[in-house]
């Protein structure tokens, strides 16, 4: 994984797990640090995942890999371990990639 060394081993598992879900439902993720997007509409893993954790937020936008049409939105707050998910789009597409 491409993940910062300093995240913990739990928030990279519950991450990792999000991202590969949301890529095998063919949504490319952008990456929003809380200045910039270093991460716009990837469907790369390890491009994803290492700007995820650069900050103590990380905001992921998903969308529909062909269309673009925006899917939902999520927050992560790093240093909460399994509640890294602080919230997200309420919508089925969503909690599929949330649990």
């Known amino acids: 994984m491409a993940f910062p060394d300093y995240m913990s081993a739990v928030?990279?598992?519950i991450i990792g797990k999000m991202i590969r879900k949301a890529l095998?439902?063919?949504y490319v993720v952008s990456?929003?640090?809380g200045e910039e997007?270093?991460?716009k509409r990837s469907s790369d893993y390890e491009t994803i995942t290492a700007d995820i954790g650069t900050t103590d937020l990380t905001e992921l936008?998903?969308?529909d890999s062909k269309t673009h049409t925006k899917i939902?939105?999520?927050m992560l707050v790093h240093g909460n371990d399994e509640d890294?998910?602080?919230?997200?789009?309420a919508n089925e597409e969503m909690e599929a990639c949330a649990s």
């Open 11 to 13: 928030e990279k598992r």
């Open 24 to 26: 095998a439902s063919n």
């Open 31 to 33: 990456v929003f640090d």
């Open 37 to 39: 997007w270093p991460v």
């Open 61 to 63: 936008v998903f969308r």
């Open 72 to 74: 939902g939105w999520m």
């Open 84 to 89: 890294v998910i602080s919230d997200h789009t």
